[in-house]
């Protein structure tokens, strides 16, 4: 695992834009994981500006996100679904057949899972996962106890979870859907790459207990430092309670692979 930290949301945002725009200049095909939330309105943000600006392709890219929440359908303004259509979607050149959410109206929701499991194994793997860590710890949906092995699967949402989620539903927890479909932790771990990006104090805790502390399935996060190559970003306010911050700071600094994003 490695920490990087920039000074402020956008430009940690700008710096996991970059990551995701290289590993698509280089491979066209790449098969992009793709998580929703407000932390990752601004690297939408980046990605359609490389497309604007640079040409970033996307025609051949395809997309699996990590999650939606059952009992909305697609054309809700609040289903993940939506939300992709607006922040990337609709923005650059991809093909929207080659985009995939989980259906979280399927009426079968076991088989629906089964078969996003298949489409994931059928395009060769994800490349490259983006993530956030949510306040309870979560990646996707997988909130605290959640499998370490899991695959996708339904998920009950824990109620920090609920409570987070609530300005998506006027401010009503009573609102924000119970169930979510969710990849799994190890559908997660198996991504050649997991790229991660976390920003805010509020945020500072949760960081500080998945990159620093123990391996536990309570905070679902914490299992990424199992992964072989995971890039957790963070700005100053979410690195705020790590204890490694100057040795993070000196691999960034020194690391080669990363010369071309300390600007
Ligand atoms: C949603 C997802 C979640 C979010 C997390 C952070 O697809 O995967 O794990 O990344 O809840 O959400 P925000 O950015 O809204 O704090």
Known sequence: MEVIIRPDEQSAAR???GIIAKELH??????????????????????????????????????????????LAPDDPRSYRAYMNRQLFGRVNIDPRNTHLPDGMARDLSAECRHYEHLIHDCGGIDVQLLGIG????????????ALRSRT???ALAPTTI???????????AKV??????????????????????????????VAKAVEGPITAMVT???????????????EA??????????YRWIFENEPEWAEFRR
């Open 238 to 247: 979410a690195a705020s309670k790590l204890q490694g911050t100057d040795y």
């Open 153 to 155: 699967r339904e998920k």
């Open 177 to 206: 859907p119970k169930r979510a479909i969710t990849m799994g932790v190890g559908t997660i771990l198996e991504a050649h790459r997991c790229v991660v990006l976390v920003t805010g104090k509020a945020k500072a805790d949760i």
């Open 15 to 17: 710096l996991v834009g």
């Open 221 to 235: 996060a914490s299992v990424l430092q199992l992964h072989p190559r995971c890039t957790v970003v963070v700005d």
């Open 135 to 146: 306040r309870s710890g979560h990646i996707g949906f997988n909130e605290p106890l959640s």
């Open 26 to 71: 280089a491979r066209p095909q790449l098969v992009l994981g793709l998580a929703t939330g407000g932390t990752m309105e601004k690297v939408y943000d980046e990605l359609a500006r490389h497309h604007r600006e640079e040409k970033l392709d996307f025609s051949l890219c395809r997309t699996f996100n990590l999650d939606e929440y059952i009992g």
């Open 163 to 173: 409570e987070q989620n609530a300005i998506y539903f006027d401010n009503d927890p």
